[in-house]
């Protein structure tokens, strides 16, 4: 079993940024991939970014791409988020995932059925 403990959100002004980790333990999990996911009240989980084990992988939403990045400390068993120049529309829980033995295509990393493992969770709330 993988338990992943998501921490680093709060209360940012638009244009502010904040790093989200993700500690993992019970198990390395230097060969899973990892992805972090959302979800704003009334809206469905969507997909933020994903990493591959080596960390020289990633994907991201059109939505994140150019102020959000994704990357990896497999020594520490840790994820991170770098957020930039956050937007009230970017104000949602945002959950960190793992799954090990998945091909790394944009359609699997995307979906959250894919990963078996979660975190419970940290808020981002971006004030205007």
């Known amino acids: 079993q993988v338990h992943l403990v998501e921490s680093g959100g709060g209360l940012v002004q638009a244009g502010g940024s904040l790093r989200l980790s993700c500690a993992a333990s019970g198990r390395t999990v230097s060969t899973y991939v990892f992805g972090w996911f959302r979800q704003a009240p009334g809206k469905e989980r969507e997909f933020v970014t994903a990493?591959?084990?080596?960390?020289?992988?990633?994907y991201y939403a059109d939505s994140v791409k150019g102020r959000f990045t994704i990357s990896r400390d497999n020594a520490k068993n840790t994820v991170y988020l770098q957020m930039n120049a956050l937007k009230p529309e970017d104000t949602a829980v945002y959950y960190c995932?793992?799954?090990?033995?998945?091909?790394?295509?944009?359609?699997?990393?995307?979906?959250?059925?894919?990963?078996?493992?979660w975190g419970q969770g940290t808020q981002v709330t971006v004030s205007s």
């Open positions: 995932a793992a799954e090990d033995y998945i091909g790394f295509t944009i359609e699997v990393v995307t979906t959250p059925k894919t990963y078996d493992y």
């Open positions: 990493i591959n084990w080596s960390g020289y992988g990633t």
